[in-house]
């Protein structure tokens, strides 16, 4: 077996899904830091888990870069497709994730993550809905869960912007994000519905619905510090689509992997942290078993992920046409 060489072919079709790994693992140690404050405990990994996440964002966005100088077309056509579009908003999201990593650790780093986070976000969401909107080539087909990425970033926002004081800022972007999942949850369902399935390679990322309501809670309950009934709402609402997804379990074995598996982790991270916190709010152990058994679960899926991707780019099957 030939050790795998970056080409100039390889680094064309390089693409920008790749940064959902770092959502993934920055969801992993989130969780991960969560549940050691629950239960009182320090088990010594929240900085390893912060720098090999931290270390993956600056490789991908290293790579990324050299792309953007080398393969200016082949990044102009990621920015006009209407599946990839979507997974730009990664890269600000990533700032707004390890911004709630580090906020433990380094409050001043932390400010200045959400800072640029937020603000390339802002970016982000402005240009991809102008591109939905002016669109010449779009059809219902392109329509998948992945479109939800935008949204889900602007709903993080809260969840560093409250304790930082930008309480007025942070309602802005939380209201942008429930706004267009309510709007996108329409359609995707529509689309789902009555149109024919979502193709193989995209099946996974109907995980991404979870996410939605699910960091929608965690971000309302920094805005509104009580348990009211909004916030069940979109709890509940996130444990319902975790529900309806497990159930199909099967037909997700039995898909070839893609690099888009990577859509099973944040989502259920969110759901995982988002238990966590119900059970701050309730004191019911049900949320803190169900919370930390979830976040068992990702643990396995990251490190099978981590294996899997890692044997994909050695046997050069990522970063070529069609993917």
Not at 28 to 47: C, M, V
Not at 154 to 163: A, R, T
């Amino acid at each position: 077996m030939n050790v795998p060489i970056v080409t100039s072919s390889r680094l064309e079709n390089f693409p920008i899904s790749f940064f959902a790994m770092v959502m993934g693992m920055a969801g992993l140690t989130i969780g991960w830091e969560k549940a050691q404050h629950i239960l009182g405990l320090d088990l010594k990994i929240t900085p390893w888990l912060i720098g090999a996440t931290t270390l993956l964002f600056i490789l991908l966005a290293l790579i990324y870069g050299i792309k953007i100088a080398f393969c200016r077309q082949a990044v102009l056509a990621e920015l006009r497709h209407p599946v990839k579009l979507n997974f730009f908003p990664t890269i600000s999201i990533t700032p707004l994730l390890l911004s709630i990593a580090f906020q433990p650790l380094a409050p001043n780093l932390t400010r200045g993550l959400w800072l640029a986070g937020a603000s390339l976000h802002l970016a982000f969401t402005l240009y991809v809905v102008n591109v939905w909107m002016h669109h010449e080539h779009f059809k219902i087909q392109h329509m998948n869960p992945a479109w939800f990425i935008p949204a889900v970033g602007n709903v993080m926002v809260p969840v560093v912007g409250v304790p930082l004081g930008y309480v007025e800022v942070s309602w802005f972007f939380f209201s942008v994000g429930m706004l267009f999942w309510v709007m996108l949850m329409t359609i995707i369902l529509y689309r789902v519905l009555f149109h024919d399935p979502i193709d193989e390679r995209l099946m996974p990322t109907l995980f991404i619905l979870i996410a939605p309501p699910a960091v929608g809670f965690i971000a309302y309950s920094h805005l509104v510090p009580v348990l009211d009934p909004f916030a069940r709402v979109l709890y509940y609402g996130g444990l319902f689509m975790t529900l309806l997804l497990f159930t199909q379990a099967g037909r997700f074995l039995k898909l070839r992997f893609f690099l888009s598996w990577w859509a099973y982790s944040f989502p259920l991270a969110a759901i995982s942290i988002a238990s966590l916190v119900m059970f701050e709010r309730t004191g019911a152990d049900f949320y803190r078993y169900l919370g930390l058994g979830l976040l068992t679960l990702l643990t396995m899926i990251v490190a099978f992920l981590l294996v899997r991707t890692s044997i994909a780019v050695w046997r050069q099957a990522i970063c070529v046409p069609g993917h």
